[in-house]
């Protein structure tokens, strides 16, 4: 069974920085991507950043471009989200997903089989 536990999150003021973890286990899959997204209350969830497991490529939604890095440690199986410059609107609980990878490449609007219970990020201004 695929378990993905996020941790990292917390409190912080405007233009400060926060590193989430995501550790996963159970999954068997060679080729993968991994995803963060994140939602606000009253919001709908938004795709942030995502990363496939063997070429290491990265997309970024235009929100968080230039602030935020996706990473990757395969050997932990964990994905990192270092994020600096944080701005109020960052402001949410953000979940890391997974899904297998066909190879064609990954996309924060393709759809995710596996999430994560979320940790909370706050940015103060």
């Known amino acids: 069974q695929v378990k993905l536990v996020e941790s990292g999150g917390g409190s912080v003021q405007a233009g400060g920085s926060l590193r989430l973890s995501c550790a996963a286990s159970g999954y068997t899959y060679s080729r993968k991507c991994t995803a963060w997204f994140r939602q606000a209350p009253g919001t709908e969830r938004e795709g942030v950043a995502i990363?496939?497991?063997?070429?290491?490529?990265?997309r970024y939604a235009d929100s968080v471009k230039g602030r935020f890095a996706i990473s990757q440690d395969n050997a932990k199986n964990t994905v990192y989200l270092q994020m600096n410059s944080l701005k109020a609107e960052d402001t949410a609980m953000y979940y890391c997903?997974?899904?297998?990878?066909?190879?064609?490449?990954?996309?924060?609007?393709?759809?995710?089989?596996?999430w994560g219970q979320g940790t909370q990020v706050t940015v103060s201004s």
């Open positions: 997903a997974a899904a297998p990878s066909s190879g064609g490449g990954c996309y924060l609007g393709a759809n995710f089989p596996y």
């Open positions: 990363i496939t497991t063997v070429s290491s490529i990265t």
